[in-house]
């Protein structure tokens, strides 16, 4: 039951953030990317990138060079439409500026995940 409740409240090696506000503000004073996930606890793809994706420690890794942010979609409406986020999970790259240098809806693989952490560290 206990894993249960961790998977469901994206609890884990990964430090996500639920505030997205205070997630950009610590983003600029770290000069730091923030990799922003919209996603909810009851779907597939979500729960899949969960299981396969975030237990890797070479993305947990990757995910430390971010200030990484968990929102769900349906509690976080206002700010999924104001983003141009329609689908689960969608996950967005931003300065710490506020600008958004990536973007890819869906699900990924590790691999893909790695690249996409990748490519856009430094764009």
């Not at 919209?38 to 729960?47: E, I, P, R, S």
């Not at 890819?104 to 693989?109: F, N, Y």
């Amino acid at each position: 039951m206990g894993a249960l409740i961790s998977l469901l409240a994206g609890c884990g090696t990964i430090h996500w953030e639920h505030d997205y506000k205070q997630a950009v503000m610590r983003a600029a004073q770290m000069k730091k990317r923030v990799l922003l996930q919209f996603h909810t606890a009851v779907n597939t793809d979500c729960m899949e990138m969960e299981r396969k994706v975030f237990t890797d420690p070479e993305v947990q890794k990757l995910l430390g060079e971010y200030v990484a942010v968990r929102l769900d979609y349906l509690l976080n409406k206002r700010l999924a439409d104001d983003l141009d986020v329609q689908i689960v999970p969608t996950f967005l790259i931003l300065r710490h500026d506020g600008a958004i240098v990536g973007h890819h809806v869906g699900k990924m693989d590790q691999i893909q995940f790695k690249y996409f952490l990748i490519k856009h560290r430094y764009n």
